[in-house]
């Protein structure tokens, strides 16, 4: 009996607890643009899980989206889900059914929102990028991580071996490679890297760590700085948040490192050579136009690599000379003629979609 | 350079540094409200929204004492929350510094999103730099030496934080309150104490201690804020007060042994290409082998003093 007035505290403190929680979570409404209007346009609504502002992956998409509208006509809508998971599903449930020929999302995190909305509407026909949602009314984009990650170590073999050209560089044939987790997804990073570095010069050290985490940028530079230490022209940090540190590390040391999956050029502009990218608005743009000639077929995989121009790497001009750019893309060409196989991690073991 | 060479170099001692100073902080905070009998799971919640306010108001000052004041503040702000829900709402320790720790991570990802636009992180492109600690003609004692030059002043501030928490914790009347109110509450009452007013004041210091943790791990080198960047950091602290009983010696013991394990399981992957899902079990393991050690070591000696008994008795 004496515990029950410490019974109610406690929920008291929970609910005070919970309310600040739910404030915040409330205060991430959903956004939109340009409702759609004549029946007969081709129409497309944009489902963002996260915000539009990224510099990168969505904003990416949304470029894709804005061709449709200047080049194919259509009518577009952007309904931004906002970073609060729990509103995705409803976001994609109140765009599906409503008279769009197609409605496009993407990331590997709104997946699970997709596959329930998508059964339950089996007429809405779907395109979700950057992972592979297996429903017959959606049309899956994924991108070849090591094609990019091969281009990412080209430039960082070309950078030790040329270094008269880039005053940060000491010419130590050794680059190296920091990856978040040891998870397949970043050991595909890592062979793409290892044979990119390898097919400008085989006798170049590739050195390789993986932090453990996404999110812990200190270990990254700790580890970036040890890479530094043994001589490491240029780190190419496949690390999420924990590569940030990767990146700060080669403005502390003042040396080199590339970026990934967002523009990161701009951070350190004095270090950072080029940001790894996956074209979205390339591969989105292409989708939604089979979408529109009724060529698009649903539940299959469409794969994106350097061949169809899905990936790409986004260089820093005022470090890397035009030369150097000339230099990336004949390995690029050579990756797309199928002349340089990039080796590959499964399950990410793809052939580009033709 | 042999391969023990290359693993215990000059930079190894200092990433040691590194990363035990910010677990040393944290875990000084916690191990006052430890003593207070308090099992502070927040504390890794409050070195992150110490960590962000550092960032946020560092890069909007360019200040960086108000950065770190700012930090201190965030923790503080936080425990006091901690603090009200626990102690005067009676919420368990438990859930309320759960709490604080899903409100933190999804306060800091609001704050991110709204302020600057990115979910993900926050690099300010101008950063005011913390003082760092240059030894002169000291940087030539081994090991020590370059271990400690070029580390954030934060780092000296862990260290010099130990002898002064030891001194409050043992030598001043509120750390003998502290550690009354963790032993016998109700003898607390009945020398006329409040209880609940000394458990907040070591709540509130483990807050600031937090917010200074969070300030050396975004500010001593890195300049900036990623979601969730203490990367469990504070849960590690709080390891670091078991192994050290927490009192404060035992924290910085603890703390060096965490700092020593993630360096050298970062050098072990590079130098000797080990298998990295391994080596980030060190630190863990560590962990379980000292807290189960303790106790397997005291049962043995349990048993050898019972197992004697016997004898001495026969021999009368």
Known sequence: MADQPRKKRLVRAGAALGAVAGMVGALGVPAASAAPHASSAFKVAYMVPGNLGDLGFFDSGQKGITWAHQRLGAVVKTVQGTTDTSQWTPDLKAVSGQGYNVVVTGSSQVAQDLQAVAKQFPQQHYIMFDDNVPAPNVASIVYLQNDGAFLAGVLSALVTTQSKHFPLAKGSDTVGIVGGMNIPVIRDFVVGFVKGAHAVNPKIKVLTSYVGSFTDPQTGYNQAVEMYNQGADVIFAAAGGSGLGVLKASAKVGRYSIGVDSNQNGLYPKNILASDLKNVDVSVFDLLKMAKAGTLKYNKQYVFGLSNNGVQLLLNNSLVPKFISVDLARYASQVASGKIAVPCVQPYCLSATK | ?316
Not at chain 2, 113 to 130: D, V
Not at chain 2, 150 to 162: D, E, F, K, M, P
Not at chain 2, 174 to 195: K, M, N, S, W
């Open chain 2, 1 to 316: 350079m042999s391969a023990l060479g290359q693993i215990f170099n000059g930079s190894l001692w200092s990433f040691v540094v590194l990363d035990t100073s910010t677990i040393l902080l944290a875990g000084l905070g916690g191990a006052f409200t430890q003593q207070a009998n308090i099992l502070n799971v927040a504390l890794d919640g409050m070195m992150l929204i110490g960590a962000f306010a550092g960032i946020a108001v560092g890069a909007a000052t360019q200040s960086i004492a108000l950065a770190v004041l700012a930090a201190m503040g965030a923790g503080l702000v936080l425990s006091l929350l901690f603090g009200w829900a626990s102690l005067w709402l009676g919420a368990d320790f438990i859930v309320a510094g759960v709490g604080i720790g899903l409100l933190t991570s999804g306060l800091s990802i609001f704050l991110l999103e709204r302020l600057y636009h990115n979910e993900g992180s926050f690099t300010p492109f101008k950063f005011p730099n913390l003082p760092a600690i240059h030894l002169g003609p000291f940087v030539h004692i081994p090991v020590l030496g370059p271990a400690l030059e070029g580390q954030s002043i934060l780092v000296a501030v862990a260290i010099l934080l130990v002898p002064t928490c030891h001194w409050v914790l043992y030598h001043t009347s509120f750390g003998t309150h502290v550690r009354a109110v963790g032993e016998d509450e109700a003898a607390v009452v009945a020398a006329g104490l409040r209880p609940r007013r000394i458990k907040m004041g070591a709540v509130l210091i483990s807050g600031v201690l937090c917010g200074l943790a969070g300030a050396e791990l975004a500010m001593g080198t890195l300049d900036q804020f990623v979601s969730g960047m203490t990367a469990g950091r504070g849960f590690i602290a709080l390891a670091a007060i078991f192994v050290g009983r927490a009192t404060p010696v035992g924290t910085f013991i603890g703390s060096l042994v965490f700092g020593l394990a993630s360096a050298l399981a970062n050098q072990l992957q590079q130098v000797l290409n080990l298998p990295s899902n391994l080596l980030f079990m060190v630190p863990y393991v560590a962990t379980v082998v000292v807290l189960l050690g303790r106790p397997v070591l005291s049962a043995y000696r349990l048993r050898r003093t019972a197992r004697q008994v016997p004898e001495a008795l026969a021999q009368t």
